[in-house]
């Protein structure tokens, strides 16, 4: 078969942000409506801060809070949010309670009185707790028998030690004892306006969308402050943790590696860099030990972003006989990309992948919803996404290089490997000390 020439990429387009207005309502509340008017639908997500929240009521918190108020079921709820072809749903990480949904925006008015009867009168339901308790136990009892949860679970506490994002799973024997007078009374601690941020994507015009907001929202009360998490400490390399799982026939390979903030000025070429390694499928990281060696099928990079602080984070899970194989080639590829420039047309690949991510992003309303209030929360707003997409297209091959070098240097990973330590400890061993633990039961 004759190989066909590729054609040249075309130009990339300026980024082109929609119009929005923005509103700190009298309680605190920040509000900021979007006008994406691609179809007749409205986009909600409500930031509220939950950091250093208590692990097992914050869990059965957000899979409750929708169970009922003294007037509504949470059948009734769902009822009247089906009338307007809309939802909610709620989720919590170490950072924030996130309250997700959608909906015709002819019924942006309902959607967000029914979220303000949620937030200000949520009942939790004796009943509905015993239920959704029962479920999250039960799924956590699972996680626990995955191995991609137990190397997160190893790499967390190996990242963080004593900051609270060291453990981000609770222990079900702690959700078990988990009543609902005790969600009742986090509510009231937590579930509180200031510092929330409400993002509002669709086909709506802003200021009116605002007004929206206010009438519904502007009840909701509350007079605590949001808890402020210390900054993550920094990552401190050391011999590889072995986590032992005796039998496994495959071994869960996990990096930690120094990141920044969006903010940064390094930010954008560690971005590039990180591509270049191993954040796409035309990365180096993958052409090596996927496409050449066949050690893997899905290796991946990301810069993973939280509130009190960033890092860079590897993942491939690799069959066990090649284990020590993968983490030779992995250092390898990161060492060689912090001492030796990309060429200029890897790097072009890797900048017109990420400046294309970026109009990906936002063109959705959903994509725009979660990218405004992901920025939201780390105090940004969408004019940052055109600084950023400036910032991705001037980056040179020595921008790039510097970061490489000041963040990737194998010399600062933390490594951790899930896996049979009978037969993987001492051909890693070889390459670099190693301690070893065993895997939670």
Known sequence: MTARTLPALGPTRRLSLPDQAERTLGNGLTVIAVHRPAVPLVEVRLWVPFGGAHLARAALLAQTLLSGTGELSNVQIAAELQTVGGGLSAGVDPDRLMISGNGLVTGLDRILDLMSQVLVGASYPADEVATERDRLIDRIQVAGSQPAHLARVALLKRMYGDHPYAVQTPDASDVKVVEPADLRGLHVDRVQPGGAILVLVGDVEPERALDAAERALGGWSGAAQPVELPPTP????????????????????????????????????????????????????????????????????????????????????????????????????????????????????????????????????????????????????????????????????????????????????????????????????????????????
């Open 234 to 441: 920094p990552l401190e390399p050391g011999a590889v943790l072995v986590v032992d799982r005796p039998g496994s026939v495959q071994s869960s390979l996990r990096m930690a590696l120094p990141a920044v903030p969006r903010t940064h000025p390094d930010h954008a070429a560690l971005q590039l860099a990180n591509l270049l390694f191993g954040g796409y499928f035309s990365s180096r990281w993958v052409e090596n030990i996927r496409e050449d060696k066949g050690y893997t099928y899905g290796p991946h990079s990301l810069v993973d972003h939280s509130v009190a602080g960033s890092a860079l984070v590897v993942s491939a899970e690799v069959a066990t006989e090649v284990t020590a194989p993968a983490l030779l080639e992995t250092t390898y590829e990161l060492g060689r990309l912090a001492v030796l420039p990309p060429g200029e047309d890897e790097l072009e690949q890797a900048r017109q992948y990420a400046l294309g991510t970026l109009q990906l992003g936002v063109s959705t309303q959903a994509g725009l919803a979660a990218l405004t209030s992901s920025y939201a929360g780390a105090g940004l707003r969408l004019p940052f996404l055109a600084e950023h997409a400036d910032r991705l297209a001037r980056a040179t091959r020595e921008d790039v290089a510097a970061a490489a070098a000041r963040y990737l240097a194998p010399a600062r990973a933390v490594t951790v490997i899930l896996g049979d330590a009978e037969r993987i400890a001492d051909q890693v061993g070889t390459l670099a000390p190693v301690r070893r633990e065993t895997a939670p039961s």
